[in-house]
C-alpha cells in the first residue's frame, strides 16, 4: 500500500453527491474507494474513508453500491456493519463481499449460512481458508451446492465429522460424492463410507488414490448391496411378492448368510423362511415348522442343512428367539422401532460370541462400534 495522506478528488465527490447519471456516480465510487485503499491511513483519515464507505452503502443505484462491493470486497479498510449491510444486498452486490470480505467472523458467517440465500451460502463455502466451525455448518444447515462448493475447496478446514455430516445429508448424490472423493485428503472413515455409495469409476479411483485393500472395498460394496437389497424387499412384503424375490436373489447369488442374519434383526422374518426354505431345499410350511419350533433341534438342522456358517447359528438362534418374543407381547411398532428393539434384545443374548464374531455382527446390523464397543457389550452382557 502506497504511503501519503487521503486526498478526495473534488470532481469525483461532486459527481458523487449531485450527479443523477448512476453510472458517473459508480465510476467515482470505484475510484475514491481505490485511492483510499491504497494508501496508508492515520487514525482519523480512516475514520472519514469509513464514513464515505457507508454513505456510499446507501446509494439507492445498484450500480454504485456494486462499485463499492467489487472495489473493496479485499479491503479492511470496509467497516464490518457496511460490510454486512452489503451482504443482504441482491446476490451481485452480496456474493463479491461474502465470499471474500476479511472482516467477517466466523459468527457472521454461520449467520449468513443461516439466513438460508443458496447463493450467499455458496459464497460462505468458497471461502479461501475457511474455519473449521464454519464448514461444518455449512456441512450441516445449507444447500446441496453449497456443500458440493465446501468439498471442492481444499483450502477449507474440513474436518472429518463435518465431512461425515455431507455424507449422512448428500450421500445419494452421486456429484457431491464424486467431488468429495476427488479431495487431496480424506480420512479413512470418510473413504471407507464413499466406497459404499459411489460410482464403479469413483471407486476404483478411491481404491487407487487412498490405498484402500480390494477386499475391504469389495466387502463395503457387498454392505450397501445388501441394504439396498432390505430396502427393496419392503416393496416385495407390500406387495406380496417375497417369495419370488427371494428365488431371484437366490439367482443371483446374492442369498447368503451376510444377507439373511441383516434380514431377521430387522424383523424381516419372511425373508429368512423363505431363503433357508430354498437353500436347504425344502417347502415353505416345513421350512417355518423348523424354523419356529419352540425345541432346539428344528432350528439346527434346516440351518445346517442350508449350509450355513456353524459359527453364527447361535446369532440366529438369538434373532429368532427375540423375534418370537417380540411377537409374543402384541405391541405395534412401527419398522425403525421394531429394528431397535430387536437390535437391542439381540445383543444381550449374544453372550457366548468372541469377539471376531461380534464385530461381525456389528457390521452386519449396521452399527457403528467404538474400538472397544466389542468388549463393552461382552461385558454388558456378563453383567446382565
Not at 486526498?7 to 481505490?34: G, Y
Amino acid at each position: 500500500m502506497a504511503s501519503g495522506s487521503l486526498r478526495v478528488n473534488e470532481t469525483d465527490l461532486k459527481l458523487l453527491i449531485r450527479s443523477e447519471v448512476e453510472e458517473e456516480r459508480a465510476t467515482a465510487a470505484h475510484k475514491l474507494c481505490r485511492s483510499m485503499d491504497r494508501i496508508a491511513l492515520s487514525d482519523e483519515e480512516r475514520a472519514s474513508a469509513q464514513k464515505l464507505i457507508a454513505f456510499l452503502s446507501r446509494d439507492t443505484a445498484e450500480l454504485v453500491r456494486r462499485a463499492l462491493a467489487v472495489t473493496l470486497r479485499s479491503s479492511t479498510l470496509m467497516p464490518t456493519e457496511v460490510a454486512l449491510r452489503l451482504a443482504a444486498d441482491i446476490d451481485n452486490i452480496a456474493i463479491p463481499m461474502i465470499s471474500q470480505s476479511p472482516v467477517f467472523g466466523d459468527g457472521d458467517l454461520i449467520a449468513i449460512i443461516r439466513a438460508g440465500r443458496s447463493h450467499a451460502q455458496i459464497a460462505v463455502a468458497s471461502r479461501q481458508g475457511l474455519s473449521r466451525d464454519v464448514a461444518e455448518v455449512v456441512a450441516s444447515d445449507a444447500g446441496i451446492e453449497a456443500v458440493r462448493r465446501l468439498a471442492a475447496n481444499d483450502n477449507a478446514d474440513f474436518s472429518e465429522r463435518a465431512m461425515s455430516i455431507a455424507v449422512d445429508r448428500f450421500g445419494h448424490d452421486e456429484e457431491t460424492v464424486t467431488i468429495l472423493a476427488n479431495r487431496h485428503i480424506l480420512p479413512p472413515s470418510i473413504v471407507d463410507r464413499l466406497v459404499l455409495v459411489a460410482t464403479e469409476q469413483v471407486k476404483q479411483h478411491l481404491i487407487t488414490r487412498h490405498k484402500v485393500p480390494l477386499e475391504t472395498a469389495v466387502r463395503l460394496s457387498d454392505f450397501a448391496r445388501e441394504r439396498a437389497t432390505l430396502d427393496v424387499l419392503d416393496e416385495a412384503i407390500r406387495s406380496q411378492n417375497v417369495p419370488e424375490f427371494v428365488r431371484t436373489l437366490h439367482a443371483r447369488r446374492a442369498l447368503n448368510a451376510s444377507l439373511l442374519l441383516r434380514a431377521v434383526a430387522r424383523g424381516q422374518m419372511g425373508l429368512f423362511e423363505h431363503g433357508l426354505s430354498i437353500l436347504a431345499q425344502v417347502p415353505h410350511h416345513r421350512a417355518w415348522l423348523m424354523i419356529h419350533d419352540a425345541g432346539p433341534l428344528g432350528l439346527r438342522a434346516i440351518y445346517d442343512r442350508a449350509g450355513l456358517p456353524p459359527r453364527l447359528f447361535s446369532a440366529f438362534r438369538a434373532a429368532v428367539d427375540t423375534w418370537r418374543n417380540i411377537q409374543a407381547e402384541g405391541t405395534e411398532l412401527d419398522a425403525e422401532a421394531f429394528r431397535q428393539r430387536m437390535l437391542e434384545r439381540f445383543m444381550t443374548q449374544m453372550n457366548t460370541l468372541g469377539r471376531d464374531d461380534l464385530d461381525y455382527l456389528m457390521d452386519r446390523l449396521d452399527m457403528v462400534p467404538t474400538p472397544d464397543h466389542a468388549y463393552a457389550a461382552r461385558a454388558q452382557i456378563s453383567v446382565a
